[in-house]
């Protein structure tokens, strides 16, 4: 006797395989922003994208900045780095 395939059933193949596509791309975006934000000045939360500058704590306080530890800087010559935001005068 043959089988006849029910209509749901082709459809259910279409969402397993549309949310293995979806896992397939949120992973590659996932690798593209941490591989970026792991460089610490560049990258989606680097601090020289959002406008600022890194600098040392004393640096930056010199200069009348905001220190902003949302962002992240590496380490230069041993000294930890801050992302610091100096206002434009207009």
Do not use: H, N, P
Request: negative net charge; glycine residues 14%.
């Amino acid at each position: 006797m043959k089988s006849i395939k029910k209509k749901g059933e082709f459809d259910m193949w279409w969402i397993v395989i549309g949310a293995v596509l979806v896992l397939v791309v949120i992973t590659i975006l996932l690798l593209i922003f941490k591989g970026g934000a792991e460089k610490g000045e560049s990258g989606f939360m680097g601090c020289l994208s959002k406008g600022g500058s890194c600098k040392t704590l004393e640096a930056c306080s010199d200069e009348g900045g905001t220190i902003s530890e949302t962002f992240r800087c590496e380490e230069k010559d041993g000294e930890t780095q801050y992302c610091c935001f100096i206002a434009k005068e207009s």
